[in-house]
């Protein structure tokens, strides 16, 4: 049975770059395993764990209240994607052993996004639409590699270039130049996403990965990341220097709506502070709170809103979904994964992982990747590995595995 249950972690790793469904096979395989321990009584969860299910169990009661109650209670599915911080908190040392192979097979996904990824950047090469080649300049398409869109694939991208990176920089000496090269190639994907909310997204997981290496390599790394967005705005397409020079471009479209969808969503909290509007039912509700704001969005081809089902923001998401209780009990979660991350013993999780869920948190400001199926299995996935400490490796890669175990 430990051979099946290795076969889905490793599936995971080799999927999390390519294919949702893959990811979802992988998820409920390694979930059947998890409960099975549960029920044996073979896993208890640490205090960062029990705090997400309260939080679960918070949107079941946010969504009892909801105007929508039978929709609402749907929508608290959509947090499948979250319980791998369970999956992996959960597993055994058989499994979670094999950690590094695990992280050799997301850096082969990451990899081979790289190709298509950079036709996409180059020359406008669009797959799902059929479309090799476009008139569009260099540097106009944001690429999406195997997903449906560039922000899922930029998700993605930086969390893994952290992991990968915290193999790089913490693991055994000697055989780090293919996790530079790992993490490196991840990183060329999220340049080829033109995704901007990662991009500064990964300036303070950068420094939560390298904090430990001490002053010299913080500043070492921001200095090679001043160095390279200089050598990309100075070369680089002028599409791609219109794109990033449009983030603090307050009328851009994609900007205004953001801050429309802001305000509205704050209106929607304001009508249900507490318990909120229940999970799932957004589009359904924030029509009227739209509405006065569409008329001030002017894309090039409509005037309106582009994004229907969300607000572009993690947290006010989480508060007009489940109010401000809700929004405390995420947050204090997100306080005590930390701290349980803090405690882990191997340092490529522990700061793999913090800085993936860095990441993630800080894209959160400006994208409800909470929703991101793709971005949050692996994020919660990586910070459940980082959670469960029933042993890891030593400087010499030797088997540490506590003896009660």
């Keep these: 049975m430990a051979g099946l249950e290795l076969f889905f972690f490793y599936l995971l790793g080799a999927s999390s770059s390519l294919s949702l469904a893959a990811i979802n096979a992988a998820q409920v395989g390694l979930s059947l395993f998890f409960l099975w321990r549960l029920v044996r009584l073979r896993y208890r969860p640490g205090i960062p764990e029990a705090a997400l299910v309260v939080f679960f169990g918070w949107n079941v009661v946010a969504a009892l209240f909801s105007p929508y109650v039978p929709d609402a209670l749907n929508g608290v599915l959509n947090y499948w994607s979250w319980t791998a911080l369970l999956v992996g908190a959960g597993l055994p040392w058989a499994v979670r052993k094999h950690v590094k192979t695990y992280a050799v097979f997301l850096a082969v996904s990451a990899a081979l996004t790289v190709p298509m990824s950079a036709l996409t950047f180059f020359i406008g090469t669009d797959f799902h639409n059929q479309h090799l080649y476009t008139k569009l300049p260099m540097g106009a398409t944001a690429a999406y590699g195997y997903f449906s869109h560039h922000l899922t694939y930029a998700g993605v991208m930086l969390a893994a270039a952290c992991f990968l990176g915290a193999r790089a920089v913490y693991g055994r000496e000697g055989k780090k130049a ?62 791609f220097r219109q794109r990033i020079e449009n983030t603090w471009n307050m009328s851009n479209p994609s900007n205004a709506e953001r801050i429309y969808l802001w305000i509205s969503g704050f209106h929607m909290w304001e009508a249900h502070p507490v318990v909120g509007w229940g999970p799932g039912i957004y589009e359904q509700v924030a029509g009227p709170y739209k509405a006065p704001y569409a008329s001030r969005i002017h894309y090039p081809t409509f005037t309106g809103y582009l994004t229907r089902s969300h607000c572009h923001n993690l947290y006010l998401m989480i508060a007009i979904q489940t109010g401000a209780v809700g929004l405390v009990l995420f947050l204090a979660f997100v306080i005590l994964a930390f701290r349980g991350m803090l405690k882990q013993a191997d340092p490529v999780l522990k700061y793999g992982a913090m800085a993936a869920f860095t990441a993630f948190l800080f894209g959160g400001l400006f994208e409800f990747n909470g929703g991101d199926a793709e971005v949050a299995t692996l994020v919660f996935f990586l910070v459940g590995l980082a959670l469960n400490r029933s042993g890891g490796e030593d400087e010499d890669g030797d088997d540490d595995r506590p003896a009660a175990l």
């Design 178 to 239: 293919g996790w530079w090269a790992a993490s490196a190639l991840a990183g060329l994907g999220l340049f080829f996403s033109l995704a901007r909310t990662y991009y500064l997204a990964a300036v303070p997981s950068a420094a939560v990965l390298l904090w430990k290496k001490g002053k010299r390599w913080l500043i070492g790394g921001f200095l090679a990341a001043a160095v390279l967005g200089g050598v990309a705005m100075a070369f680089g397409p002028a599409s």
